[in-house]
């Protein structure tokens, strides 16, 4: 058995392990990811990142890289519940109004080329299989390792080893449909088989006893999710069986009957089984082990929700996590962890149920009428408006102590003019750091800011609706005011903006 010693290990090279890792790595934390598989996976599974994500990717200088590999689609708002009415992302005030579609392995490889350039090791074939906790650390097994570490971040998926291993009931509602998710080539296609990624409307059709949603990748590749039109089969999903492998035939079947039989069935690179259960830890930290992504919380994969989910809880556990082992933390900021991104997982299950019900494929004629309401209501911008900000995840914020309007709230990507020339808010977090910005230059020069909280001297043309604030390391507002001086009381504003990130 081999022995290694690091400051977090974190189960699991997903994209939200991965995303972990590269935020710890920023900031200078030593950092082990175990992952069981040998080779990453090339299934598309999760495949749009919403416009929030991209903000947040963006703070990093990931989103680039992104989207060089993104698959190209009509610049149309995202959808909810696939109902036929685009969702407008720019009242919202951002420069990605548009979902971006990315198969989750190249996610997942930018993520890792950034991760291991920041120092963290990724070991494959290395399945974590036990964990002991006491209150100074972890010890964690895995294939022929025994790994102590400080912390320990499960990021290994629905079917978390981690959760089961420390016994952690996943409360919730088992599936009542199962589908099957597969990346095919198509030999032939009949005019019915979408050409282009554009609205999710637009990809979606029912026939012959099936629904499907075909998703264009380019080169006669297509993502074709599929499951049948019947009532909800209780029986069926108690013995539904995941791993039961997906045959040619069913996938074949599925296509003629939507799609007609001049569509045939090519290879088909990967497919598996999904069903719309929906659980949710009840606490994302157990001492020194804690949760993120699928590991903490699932649900129907309606509306492309999950991948951001956890890529999100990344960006706000990776520089609580890093403070904290680095001595620098606020009182309490880790465990702010579970209490910010457990609503926010919470919120994700109550909107993908009501979009369950919506998208049901063998809809009910209180439900057909249902529909037709909300489609209405969607075309009301008001409403629009917020099920957009609900969807792109633009609209939310934390409840952070603080009078100002802004705090807890994230900024448009507004653009800058410093005193080294003109940049953009995004630009300010390559480093993983707090902002504080001055934009009237009012703020004395002597604030002595603790590690990792970055002073900048900006203007702001479109102003912020503040003359000063202070930005966290994951884009949300913690401290902002109307009326900087230089006359203010130092220590009380040093007190203010640590209070909620770093002493
Ligand atoms: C049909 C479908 C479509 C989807 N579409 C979207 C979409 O458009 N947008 C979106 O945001 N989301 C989408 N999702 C959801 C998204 O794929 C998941 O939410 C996302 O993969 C979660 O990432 P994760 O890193 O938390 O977990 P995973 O991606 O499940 O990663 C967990 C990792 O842990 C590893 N692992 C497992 N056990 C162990 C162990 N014991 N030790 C070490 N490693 C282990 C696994 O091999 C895996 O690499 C979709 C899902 C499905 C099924």
Known sequence: MTELETEVVVAGAGPTGLMVASELALAGVETLVLEKLAERSRQVKGGGIQPRTAELLELRGLLEPLLSRATSREPVGGHF??????????????????????????????????????????????????????????????????????????????????????????????????????????????????????????????????????????????????????????????????????????????????????????????ASRFSDATRQLEQYRAGRVLFAGDAAHIHPPLGGQGLNLGLQDAFNLGWKLAATLQGRAAQGLLDSYHTERHPVGAQVIHHTSAQRVLADPHPTKDVAALRDIVVDLLRLPDANRHIAGLMSGLSLHYPLPGDHPLTGHRLPDAELHTATGTTRLSALFASGHAVLLDLTGALPSDLRLPPGIDLVRAACAEGLGASALAVRPDGYVCWATANATADVDVDELRAAITDCIAK
């Not at 590749?221 to 599929?226: A, D, E, M, P, Q």
Request: aromatic fraction near 6%; hydrophobic fraction near 40%.
């Open 81 to 270: 519940a696939a109902l036929p009415v685009p969702l407008d992302c720019t009242p919202w005030q951002t420069r990605h109004p548009f979902p971006i579609a990315i198969p989750q392995w190249e996610i997942e490889e930018v993520l890792e080329e950034r991760a291991v350039k920041g120092g963290a090791r990724v070991l494959r074939d290395a399945g974590v299989t036990g964990v002991a906790a006491d209150e100074d650390g972890v010890v964690v097994t895995a294939d022929g390792l025994q790994v102590r570490a400080r912390y320990l971040v499960a990021c290994d998926g629905g079917h978390s080893t981690v959760r089961k291993l420390l016994g952690l009931p996943f409360p919730g509602r088992p599936g009542t449909h199962q589908a099957v998710l597969a990346d095919i080539q198509l030999t032939s296609v009949s005019p019915l088989v979408p050409q282009q990624l554009g609205h999710m409307s637009t990809l979606t059709r029912q026939a012959g006893g099936y629904w499907a949603m075909t998703a264009p990748l380019g080169d006669d590749r297509y993502r074709l999710t599929f499951g049948r039109t019947g009532p909800a089969d209780e029986t069926a999903l108690t013995e539904f069986d995941r791993d039961a492998p997906v045959t040619h035939d069913e996938i074949a079947a599925a296509l003629e009957a939507v799609y007609g039989p001049e569509t045939t069935l090519g290879a088909v690179a990967n």
